[in-house]
């Protein structure tokens, strides 16, 4: 059974870090693509940072610089280190996964048929 679990969100202030962990069970992370996408409230899905097959990474323009992707293929993990949060950041975290992902199209939700349940992250004072 293919599973995903996201883990590490939390409360914090403006300004505050957390990192995300993403979990894969049933499915290794090898030769995938995972990215990391939010649902602030009331909004759609919108991509944050997505690490590909061959390890290059990529960044909403909104995070680039606060936020970093990263795998480690021995415990079949992805993380999102977010520092320097804003309350824009405010959202329900999710990752996504797939085998082959078009560059063009890592921000695309559908491309993704493994998703976790979701982690809350809250950025307020």
């Known amino acids: 059974q293919v599973q995903l679990v996201e883990s590490g969100g939390g409360h914090v202030q403006p300004g505050g870090s957390l990192r995300l962990s993403c979990v894969a069970s049933?499915?290794?992370?090898?030769?995938?693509?995972i990215t990391w996408f939010r649902q602030p409230p009331a909004k759609e899905h919108e991509g944050v940072s997505c690490?590909?097959?061959?390890?290059?990474?990529y960044y909403a323009d909104s995070v680039k610089g606060r936020f970093t992707i990263s795998r480690d293929y021995e415990k079949n993990t992805v993380y999102l280190e977010m520092n320097n949060l804003k309350p824009e950041d405010t959202a329900r975290y999710y990752c996504?996964?797939?085998?082959?992902?078009?560059?063009?199209?890592?921000?695309?939700?559908?491309?993704?048929?493994?998703w976790g349940q979701g982690t809350q992250v809250t950025v307020s004072s």
């Open positions: 996504a996964a797939d085998r082959a992902v078009g560059l063009t199209r890592i921000w695309i939700t559908y491309e993704y048929g493994h």
């Open positions: 049933g499915f290794t992370l090898v030769d995938s693509t």
């Open positions: 690490i590909r097959n061959d390890d290059t990474t």
